[in-house]
């Protein structure tokens, strides 16, 4: 069984910072890549930033400059790095990784929400 804990959302001001980390524990085979997604009420869940193993990371065009992906190997967290946020970067994002079998795994989720 795998778990992905997730944590760091919360309530910020539109310009503040948050710092959300996911770690995850269990059975699986080495983590490939490791992402956040995001969803907000009434939109489909997008991507927000992926890493794979070789630390290579891209991040959508809409935090760009923002947001910065960033992981740990050894501790199997991945974490995300948030700065200048904006109202509409209220969501709940969520965790997800994908073993070297092409196993996906999720998070449970975790609320940001960015006050005007």
């Known amino acids: 069984q795998v778990q992905l804990v997730e944590s760091g959302g919360g309530l910020v001001q539109a310009g503040g910072s948050l710092r959300l980390s996911c770690a995850a524990s269990?059975?699986?085979?080495?983590?490939?890549?490791m992402a956040w997604y995001r969803q907000s009420p009434g939109k489909q869940r997008g991507l927000v930033a992926t890493?794979?193993?070789?630390?290579?990371?891209n991040v959508a065009d809409s935090v760009k400059g923002r947001f910065t992906i960033s992981r740990d190997n050894a501790k199997n967290t991945v974490y995300l790095q948030m700065n200048s946020l904006k109202p509409e970067d209220t969501a709940v994002y969520y965790c997800?990784?994908?073993?070297?079998?092409?196993?996906?795994?999720w998070g449970q989720g975790t609320q940001v929400t960015v006050s005007s």
């Open positions: 997800n990784i994908i073993d070297t079998r092409g196993y996906y795994y």
């Open positions: 890493t794979n193993s070789g630390g290579a990371a």
């Open positions: 269990g059975s699986f085979f080495r983590i490939n890549v």
